[in-house]
Each structure stands twice: as structure tokens, then as C-alpha cells.
């Protein structure tokens, strides 16, 4: 039983490193597609970039900043949507542009009411789209408020789409990763993202998979209008990866990858924080599926736990060996992630502690479900038990 233990975790991790995408090649993946010259030396397109805010004064004045100091010919006009903030948001996003000059680039659209069949985001994202689309852009910037953009991210987006060429393109932005909590957790998000999206897949248009960063989002408005627009997936919870989904099932082209310069700001409330972050998306990704939920928390055991379980408990060699070739794939395919957070490799040996966390997040998830408080984020419920938004 072992034997068939050790076979069963090395298939697992030779299935997911040859046939699985080459999901963990994503460092660097923008500059090794793109060059300086080629960012420098494309069309110049008009950017509306629409940025959702909700109780953000701490962090939006850098994001804010950072777009208005992109480099390139584009022109960039940010709309962003005060969705009923009671901390001096839009205030603090207009200090920041009059500091770089730049007050007429920033429209301040105050958010109406919540109406019903909405979640909180992608109604901030509509409204804002409305300002925008009267200036005619010829992309579409979706981005956080807690987004810090490198000089050249646009631009590197645009080159990347316009060279495709892309209807949507997309960076998973670099994590906030400082304390204990985050250096566990944050890079292994970042693994199983790209584990569930391969980049790889997501371009190729002969493949079904469709994703994207919601973080950094550049899209056609053409694309976006034949995929529905927001309103199409307007109760959606993992609102990013739908949109992606129409926009390919629509035959859009996508491009997924990392950046290592344009990062997420926000610290992290250590342990408790990451874990609502993972328990308000989870168990809509397993469609609320209790058999989904079951069959998820058993693979993500085999798959992560298993290895270092022969290795260390095993009392024969033949065991141990077997578990010890699948845990050495698992680390081997962490180390890009690693190299982006600019981690220690050993952190890689946690990988499977880092798992254990997720499968008791990705219950935690189903209970808030099963509790009527699914999706909980910002004093909303987005994904409610009986599908009406709270």
C-alpha cells in the first residue's frame, strides 16, 4: 500500500510538470516578451483606466501617483468611483494628482445606491465604464485602488496586447509579502493560481481555460462589448476570471502573467486577513458544490501532504524514495515563485504546511456559504446562500 501511495504521488506531480501547462513559468514573464524598444516604439493608444474605491485613503494616493507618472506616448485618464467611502478617498486620490499636476487627468465619479443582482466592485466598475467610454479609449485599464503600477506597466501591457494581438491582457500583480504569515501563504497563492490558470493555456486559443488578474486588467472595448460587458457577469464573485471566460468564449484572446514591479500595497492582517481573502472566493470556485469541496480538500492532501508523509514515516526505502521524487517536483516547480518574492528557497519545504491552510480556508469558505455569509468583503455579502445580493 505504500508502493501504490509512493506511485500514486509521483504520477500526480509527473502529470502536473509535463502535462500541466508549465504552469510555474511566470518570472519574468513580461520582459521576456516584450523589449524596452519595442514598449518604447509602439502605437500610442488612450488609456481610461477605471479604478473601483471603497475606504481607500490610505493606499489610493500612490496608485494614483504611479499611473500619472507612466512612461510611453499613451495618454491615461483615470475615472475613479468613490463607492460610498467615509475616509477621505476621493480626496485623497485628487491630493495626489494635483501633486504630479495633473488634476484634469483624474475623474472623481461619486457611486449611486447598490442596486439589487449587483456586487459592490462590478457596480463601481459600470458606472465608471459609462464616464469612460464617452472619451472613446482604445483600452480599458481595470485596476485596485491598492495598486502600485511600475513606470512601465502600461506600457508593456499595451505592447504585449498590441503585438499579440490581444484583446485582454493581464499582470498578477506582486503581493504585499513582508511578515511570517505572508511568506508562507502569499507565494503559494500565487503557485495554485497559476496551477488552476496556466498562462500557457490562457493564450492559446485552441484551449478552453480563460483567466485573469483582476488586480491589472487592460481589455478592449470592443472585446468587452462583445463579451456582455460587466453587466454579464455582474453577480459574479471571482469577477476577473468570468470576464476573461466571456471574452475568450466570445473569441477574444487573452495573455496572463506575473510582473515583479507593479505590486499590491496593502499589507496583509496576518493570518486571519489571508485566510478571508481565500474564504470569500473559494467555495464559488467549486461552483458550492459539496462534493467538489470533498474531492478538492482529498487532492489537495494527496497532492501536497502525501510526499513529505512517505518520506519522513515511510519505513522502506522504496517508499520513501517515490515520495521523496514527488516532493522534490513540488519544490522545484516553487522555486520561480520563490525567485519573484526574492524568498528563500527553503520556503519551498512549506509548501505542503502552506496547503493544509488553504484546504482549512477553502472550508471556511463553504461555512460562511452554508451561513448565508458567503463572499464577505467590505461589510458586503457578495455570494449570499440563496443568490441575492445583501
Not at 247 to 265: D, F, H
Request: proline letters at 6%; aromatic letters at 10%; charged letters at 15%.
Amino acid at each position: 500500500m505504500l508502493i501504490a501511495a509512493g506511485v500514486l504521488s509521483l504520477l500526480i506531480w509527473a502529470y502536473l510538470v509535463l502535462a500541466r501547462g508549465g504552469f510555474w513559468r511566470i518570472y519574468p514573464a513580461a520582459s521576456r516578451t516584450i523589449s524596452a524598444e519595442n514598449r518604447d516604439q509602439g502605437s500610442p493608444a488612450r488609456i481610461a483606466v477605471i479604478i473601483p474605491a471603497r475606504d481607500e485613503a490610505d493606499v489610493v494616493g500612490r496608485a494614483v501617483r504611479s499611473l500619472l507618472q507612466q512612461t510611453g506616448p499613451n495618454t491615461i485618464q483615470i475615472f475613479l468611483v468613490d463607492d460610498a467611502s467615509t475616509d477621505g478617498t476621493a480626496q485623497s486620490a485628487r491630493a495626489a494628482a494635483a501633486a504630479e499636476t495633473q488634476a484634469q487627468n483624474l475623474t472623481v465619479v461619486p457611486g449611486s445606491p447598490l442596486p439589487s443582482g449587483w456586487s459592490g466592485k462590478l457596480w463601481a466598475m459600470q458606472q465608471g465604464i459609462e464616464q469612460a467610454a464617452k472619451t472613446e479609449p482604445d483600452f480599458f485599464l481595470f485596476t485596485d485602488a491598492d495598486i502600485e503600477h511600475a513606470p512601465d506597466s502600461l506600457a508593456t501591457l499595451i505592447s504585449i496586447a498590441q503585438a499579440g494581438p490581444y484583446d485582454m491582457a493581464s499582470f498578477m500583480v506582486k503581493l504585499h509579502c513582508q511578515s511570517v504569515a505572508e511568506k508562507l501563504l502569499i507565494p503559494a497563492f500565487v503557485y495554485f493560481f497559476f496551477k488552476l490558470y496556466p498562462p500557457a493555456w490562457i493564450a492559446n486559443p485552441h484551449r478552453s481555460e480563460a483567466g485573469a488578474a483582476g488586480g491589472c486588467i487592460l481589455i478592449r472595448p470592443t472585446a468587452l462589448e462583445k463579451a456582455g460587458g460587466i453587466h454579464a457577469i455582474r453577480q459574479e464573485v471571482i469577477d476577473d476570471c468570468s470576464l476573461a471566460a466571456r471574452v475568450k468564449g466570445n473569441g477574444g484572446r487573452l495573455w496572463l502573467g506575473a510582473s515583479a514591479t507593479t505590486c499590491s500595497i496593502r499589507p496583509y492582517e496576518g493570518f486571519s486577513g489571508i485566510g478571508r481573502m481565500i474564504s470569500r472566493s473559494a467555495f464559488n470556485q467549486l461552483r458550492h458544490s459539496n462534493l467538489l469541496l470533498l474531492l478538492s480538500m482529498v487532492g489537495m492532501a494527496v497532492t501536497y501532504l502525501l510526499p513529505s508523509l512517505l518520506v519522513f514515516a515511510a519505513l522502506h526505502m522504496a517508499p520513501a524514495a517515490l515520495g521523496g521524487a514527488a516532493w522534490l517536483l513540488m519544490v522545484l516547480t516553487y522555486w520561480p515563485v520563490l525567485r519573484l518574492y526574492r524568498l528563500n528557497p527553503l520556503w519551498s519545504l512549506a509548501l505542503p504546511v502552506a496547503a493544509v491552510f488553504y484546504v482549512g480556508a477553502t472550508f471556511h469558505s463553504a461555512w460562511k456559504y452554508w451561513m448565508g455569509r458567503g463572499g464577505e468583503w467590505k461589510g458586503r455579502f457578495q455570494d449570499p446562500k440563496e443568490s441575492m445580493q445583501t
